[in-house]
């Protein structure tokens, strides 16, 4: 399969998840390119922002299991 590069934008409604957005994005490490994070505490919410680059496949499986957990949404783009 070919790889793309894409952008993964998380939304954390629910702080008390981190440690489970971090386990997944650890465990899909090796299509991590660059990572950033920006929690505002004064609003209650965290936003995590991926470049990736990988499979179609592998960034589903990523983007779904992030989306599978409750307070968190997610959205992706990807290279045509």
Excluded: W
Aim: glycine share 12%; aromatic share 2%.
């Amino acid at each position: 399969m070919e790889k793309r590069l894409g952008s993964v934008i998380i939304l954390l409604e629910n702080t008390t998840v981190t440690s489970r957005i971090n386990a997944i994005i650890s465990e899909y490490a090796h299509l991590v390119l660059g990572r950033q994070g920006i929690p505002l505490h004064d609003r209650g919410i965290s936003i995590i922002s991926l470049v990736l680059e990988g499979n179609t496949d592998e960034i589903g499986a990523l983007t779904g299991k992030l989306g599978r957990i409750a307070g968190v949404k997610v959205k992706s783009v990807l290279t045509g």
